[in-house]
């Protein structure tokens, strides 16, 4: 390795919107993040359902339009 060209590696504190602090080591101090595995709906089980089919309708109602003519 060469010296003097690598960032100084120490230890960090990441905190999550949702209150979570994680102790960990990067090149920067003081990580703030909007969310984490604590409170994503992914790894929560809480996900929102989407309203899929007004979005299916809109579509087809958009492109149809297009085969009639």
Same mark, same amino acid.
């Given at each position: 390795m060469q010296d003097k060209i690598h960032p100084e590696y120490k230890e960090t504190t990441i905190t999550c919107a949702c209150g979570e602090v994680i102790h960990t080591?990067? =090149?920067k101090q003081n990580i703030k993040i909007e969310i984490c595995s604590k409170c994503h709906p *992914? *790894? =929560?089980g809480k996900q929102k359902?989407?309203?899929s089919a007004g979005r299916i309708e809109k579509f087809t109602k958009k492109y149809s339009k297009n085969k009639q003519a």
């Open positions: 080591r990067a =090149t *992914f *790894f =929560t359902l989407i309203d």
